[in-house]
């Protein structure tokens, strides 16, 4: 039994998944006590007009000023030996070293010595992308790119600042501020910056709605955790049953192996059905060809896809954007498949299946387009070249580099696979299909669940932080946790459908029960 196998074997096991993997997509257990605590969350008594139509009322007690009167600008520089820290959307102000390989992709100068010196507690805000949160308040010392914004921020608890300024209903202002000829060059100016209005509670009510929102938080990031673990679990489980089924240990006819296996003269494939031919993968295409070099424009009318749009085997086509002209050769028809030349060491080589667009698409030159022979199924072809057997064997002929792996069309074409006849790769699609549909539905249930819980953190922090609901007596009641560890601070970030509603899964989240 190979490593893909034995993990697929071991999700079977720890979660009885043999069967049909049907309760798996169930909701939330609906917990009294979760509930009762969001439904006695009530508004002020007493609120006053904050003189912002954006903002409307806020509580009476509280003061409203301009961020200009609560921040000094920080422009010192010459320290590059500090930690280089970045401002990501999703995350604030964190070092460059815990960003993921997909945010991870600004260059970088060999010469520090012009980066702004960042100190914990700074406001520090990308003005090319405040408007879509890229903003927060730095929890260690650093230095950050000189086209970032520093601030001196006094807010009393700058947890409260953090929680505030990156608030959904804040971040639409930020946007407000910001202007330009295109949304993806919208720049927030200093003058912009200092007339949006901060709402400032008195310290202790800040540092309860930081509790709060704390206690609150630990609870969702607790279950997404949960929920992200069966996801894992059951694609590992998915593709055990794929890896079985195009490799041929599993004759999915009869459940069982095949009557007889021939040796495919290729050690990393071992033994192959009798029947299946072995072949290098240029013979399964017609023809192989490079991208355009050409970059793309917001205006263009001819989707360009990168690297970045090919998705655990499937295209995602750009909303927007691309390319005005184009040689007709190079447009991609259903079928085809989009092959990641260059990449880094633990990405290059991914392929996937272009299902088809309504309107014209065309691919950059870091992919390679291979158009299937009709001998051969494009969907059976996309699900053997993505296989872990298959892409650790290809990512081991890439030539690496600096700061990326290359493996180019000729090399990677040598390489062999099995192939069953065409109407066995047939069957086997809709055995596979018959498999993992409750898989599928799991799957997509639990990714609703951990978006809806997004979605109400994201509202619950906008109410709290600006004065709609008043947290107080709540916050008082709450008991002292332990410090959470750094893989608890871990949060996920697919989405997908489900049918939870926001108050269940948030019910669910806050499942411990607050005495009054």
């Known amino acids: 039994m190979d490593r893909q196998e034995r993990r697929g074997s071991a ?19 609906r917990k009294k006590c979760g509930r009762a605590m969001i439904d006695g969350l009530k508004p002020y008594p007493n609120y006053k007009d904050s003189g912002v139509p954006w ?25 590059p030996d500090l930690p280089l820290l970045s401002v990501v959307r999703e995350k604030g102000v964190i070092p460059r070293t815990s960003m993921s ?18 100190r914990k507690g700074n406001l520090v805000i990308n003005k090319m992308k405040a408007w879509q949160g890229s903003l927060g308040i730095a929890s260690m010392d650093g230095i950050v790119s000189p086209a970032y914004f520093v601030f001196d921020f006094r807010i009393g608890d700058q947890r409260f600042g953090q929680a505030l300024l990156r608030s959904k209903t804040y971040v ?46 630990r609870r969702i990031r607790r279950y997404i955790r949960a929920k992200q673990k069966l996801i894992k679990l059951l694609e590992e489980y998915k593709q055990a049953l794929i890896h079985q089924a195009v490799t041929g240990k599993i004759d999915v006819r009869t459940g069982q192996p095949y009557p007889a296996y021939k040796p495919s003269g ?12 072995v072949v290098p993968i240029k013979r399964a295409f017609s023809s192989m060809d490079y991208g355009i070099s050409e970059s793309g424009s917001d205006s263009g009318t001819i989707r360009l896809l990168t690297m970045g749009h090919l998705k655990n085997g499937q295209v995602i086509i750009p909303d927007t954007g ?36 309504e309107s014209p698409v065309t691919f950059a030159s870091y992919l390679v387009r291979m158009r299937p022979t009709k001998e051969n199924e494009p969907e059976f072809l996309n699900l053997v070249l993505n296989d872990a057997s298959t892409l650790s064997r290809a990512r081991r002929e890439a030539i690496p580099s600096l700061h990326q792996s290359n493996l180019n069309p000729t090399r990677y074409g040598r390489l062999c696979i099995a192939l069953p006849p065409k109407a066995e790769q047939q069957a086997i699609l809709q055995r596979l299909r018959e498999q993992t549909e409750n898989v599928d539905t799991a799957i997509s249930a639990a990714r609703r669940e951990i978006d809806l819980l997004r979605e109400y953190r994201t509202r619950l922090i906008a109410d709290v932080v600006t004065g709609r609901v008043d947290v107080r007596e709540v916050a008082a009641r709450l008991p002292e946790e332990p410090p959470e560890e750094e893989a608890e601070l871990m949060d996920t970030e697919e989405i997908a459908e489900g049918e939870a509603t926001d108050e269940e899964a948030a019910a669910e989240a806050l499942s411990e029960e607050v005495e009054p």
Request: with cysteine; aromatic share 10%.
């Open 11 to 29: 999700s079977i096991a720890r979660y009885g998944l043999g069967a049909d993997c049907k309760g798996l997509a169930g909701g939330f257990n």
């Open 55 to 79: 903002l409307g009322e806020v509580p009476a007690h509280w003061e409203v000023r301009s961020l200009g009167s609560l921040t000094s600008p920080i422009s010192q520089r010459g320290q």
């Open 101 to 118: 390989e997909d945010e991870n992709h600004n260059f970088v100068p060999d010469d520090l010595s012009n980066y702004k010196v960042v």
């Open 172 to 217: 639409a202002f930020f946007a407000h501020e910001s202007d330009g000829v295109r949304i993806g060059q919208w720049d927030l100016s200093i003058h912009g910056m200092k007339r949006i209005p901060v709402v400032v509670p008195p310290l202790p009510e800040q540092t309860a709605i930081v509790r709060f929102l704390d206690y609150v938080d």
């Open 266 to 277: 290729v050690e990393w494939l071992g033994e192959v059905p009798s029947h299946w031919e």
């Open 322 to 357: 691309g390319v005005d002209t184009v040689d007709p050769n190079l447009l991609l028809s259903p079928g085809d498949l989009l092959f990641n030349r260059t990449n880094s060491a633990e990405l290059v080589g991914k392929v996937a299946l272009f299902s088809g667009y």
